[in-house]
């Protein structure tokens, strides 16, 4: 009579190559590179040939899988992201919903200033905020109708809005401004049209002269609380923008 020592039930591949693509997507974003190897390698194997697996075989495959994670654990460097920094982590909401769907491209550095104050890198975080804050300039300088920037009166010369300095292009913001108000009829419609476009434009000027200058011409550095801080005024910015339908997203 033949004895039942040694042999093992057959393996369902089919329900562990699914773990496999997750391996293999977990070793490429994480930079694990022998575990998304040794999943890759798996994978194929089952597929080609599932006969092969009992349950003995792939607890051995498991382990060595293990083996491989602990390899490559030992490769790399974490940091703990814990407490109060936590809800900074990972964010692209950090400024807000409507900031975000406003101002998609600002979606990586909106992150990016997230994961700087959660790690503690507070300059920064603050450099990735005046990012931020140059694209809303940007939206509010084509909502006025500056598109290019004169860059010598006397020659006539102009560049594009995006290429000018902050300096020039906040210059040129008040005549435009007067520009869109002066067609309009005295009363609460255009106070409130002053109101919020001089108020933008103080803020952003503000901008450039307590952060942005300093923090591009390497003048100081910034603590985690100057970064959150700048973080809460750019957010409130943007979104004061966004709420006035000012934004980067292109008309359909």
Not at 7 to 26: G, M, R, S, T
Request: hydrophobic share 40%; net charge positive; with cysteine.
């Amino acid at each position: 009579m033949r004895s039942s020592v040694g042999i093992h039930p057959q393996v369902d591949c089919a329900k562990f190559i699914p773990l496999c693509e997750k391996i293999i997507a977990f070793g490429s974003a994480s930079g694990f590179r022998h575990t998304g190897i040794k999943g890759r390698q798996l994978k194929d194997r089952m597929e080609i040939n599932p006969g092969l697996f009992d349950s003995s075989s792939m607890a051995a495959e498991l382990r060595s899988l293990e083996g491989d994670i602990a390899s490559d654990m030992m490769d790399c460097k974490f940091v703990q992201v814990v407490g109060d920094a936590a809800p900074f982590f990972e964010n692209p909401e950090l400024l807000g919903r409507v900031v975000l769907q406003g101002f998609p491209g600002c979606q990586e550095d909106i992150v990016s200033a997230g994961n700087c104050i959660a790690v503690g890198l507070g300059t920064s975080a603050v450099f990735h905020m005046m990012r931020v804050a140059e694209m809303g300039l940007r939206a509010f300088a084509r909502h006025l109708g500056l598109i290019r920037v004169i860059e010598d009166k006397k020659k006539g010369k102009t560049i594009p809005m995006e290429y000018a300095q902050w300096e020039k292009v906040l210059n040129q913001l008040g005549e435009k401004i007067e520009s869109k108000l002066l067609p309009m009829k005295r009363g609460p419609s255009k106070q409130k049209k002053q109101e919020f476009y001089y108020s933008t434009l103080n803020e952003v000027s503000s901008f450039k002269d307590a952060w942005r200058n300093h923090v591009m011409h390497v003048r100081r550095t910034y603590s985690l609380e100057d970064a959150a801080a700048v973080t809460a005024h750019v957010g409130r910015f943007m979104a004061g923008l966004a709420e006035h339908s000012i934004t980067s997203r292109k008309a359909k």
